[in-house]
């Protein structure tokens, strides 16, 4: 398979992604596929749980917990739940990456095969990334600490009656927005690094996630250059392209949903000054155009961010198949060797 650089695969994949979603096109399979896409790509991990505390100054100015310990052991619960939640959904997103990746690499468009194929891999990728992400979170949490410290510091200060030092504090809050941004800029590189390049060994060799690391380090370490581009280009290319979907969209998208408000607003009005059993046919009625403004934002999201989505996916292939030749000879087989033929035949 051809060598892209990262601004050559551009327009491959547009192609690619072109051939998959709309030759032939049905609605159904499209949307379906669309879905898959914004799920695999638009949502991504995050372990970042915060809980609201209740402070309330005591003797001396201290802050103090002023919440029952009924109330404490539900957060907790309430937190574990949440988190324990997001781990199977995390789980559900990993497999569906797989099965999205197969279907985009054999062009098939039954997301069922590769959601079975890939189990165990995907479980391993599951686990190993769980691990990164946590590892990550907890640096981040570490790197905060200091700014928290000041945060806090400030605060407790101002609070007993002291002058709040507002120099002081937007000398720690400029730091820390760097921060913020390098952080995020790093954890957009992991998660390039994880789902981009360690993904198709962990799949395509069913190679441990050291080995894929490994490899992968290899590959990046001789093209430094070629690595970084692309991942500029795979960080600002879709918001360029949603950007314009957007200005395309935005008249037709305006007219659909400010009729729905403006239906809405009526019922509203009309059934405004009704009691008794009137009044919960208009709760009802706020209830189902709810639903539908939901419904129909989803489904333009999908109709719209899919071919983006997708887009991601076959760009990060082509950009990686001429570098990892398992992936390369699925993407673009390789010609059968030419019969030659034998002496006296």
């Known amino acids: 398979m051809k060598v892209f650089a990262a601004s050559e695969a551009i327009s491959p994949a547009i192609e690619r992604t072109k051939r998959y979603l709309f030759e032939p096109f049905d609605w159904a399979i499209y949307l379906k596929l669309s879905a898959v896409a914004c799920i695999t790509e638009g949502f991504s991990a995050n ?69 079975r194929l890939y189990r165990e891999e995907a479980m391993r990728f599951f686990k190993a990334s769980l691990i990164v992400w946590f590892a990550f979170l907890a640096i981040f949490l570490l790197v905060l600490l200091p700014f928290f410290f000041t945060f806090f510091e400030l605060i407790r200060n101002a609070n007993v009656g002291g002058q709040f030092e507002a120099g002081k504090f937007f000398l720690t ?40 690391w490994a490899a992968v380090r290899a590959r990046i370490g001789a093209e430094k250059g070629a690595f970084v581009f692309y991942a500029f280009l795979r960080a600002i290319l879709p918001f360029v ?15 659909v949903f400010g009729i729905l408000a403006l239906a809405a607003a009526g019922f509203h009005t009309a059934l405004a000054d009704l009691t008794g059993v009137v009044a919960f046919i208009r709760i009802a009625i706020m209830i189902l155009f709810g639903v539908i403004g939901i419904g129909l934002g989803l489904l333009v999201a999908f109709s719209l961010g899919g071919p983006i ?36 035949q």
Not at 72 to 92: E, H, R, S, T
Not at 314 to 338: H, W
């Open 47 to 115: 372990f970042n749980s915060s809980s609201n505390h209740n402070f309330s100054p005591g003797s001396g100015g201290s802050p103090t917990l002023n919440l029952p310990a009924e109330a404490i052991a539900a957060i907790v619960a309430a937190v574990l739940l949440c988190l324990v939640i997001g781990i199977f959904v995390f789980y559900l997103i990993t497999r569906l990456r797989f099965a999205f990746f197969h279907c985009l690499i054999h062009q098939t468009k039954e997301i069922r095969p590769g959601w």
């Open 241 to 255: 392209a949603m950007i314009a979907v957007l200005i395309v969209a935005a008249i037709p998208l305006l007219i």
């Open 173 to 212: 809050l400029l730091p820390l927005i760097a921060v913020i941004l390098v952080m995020c800029l790093a954890a957009y590189l992991v998660d390039v690094v994880l789902h981009d390049f360690i993904l198709p060994h962990m799949a395509l060799e069913n190679a441990s996630f050291g080995q894929a």
């Open 309 to 344: 989505a997708t887009w991601i996916r076959n760009y990060a292939l082509l950009f990686y198949g001429g570098r990892y030749a398992a992936l390369g000879d699925v993407l673009s087989p390789p010609p059968a060797p030419s019969l030659v033929n034998q002496p006296g």
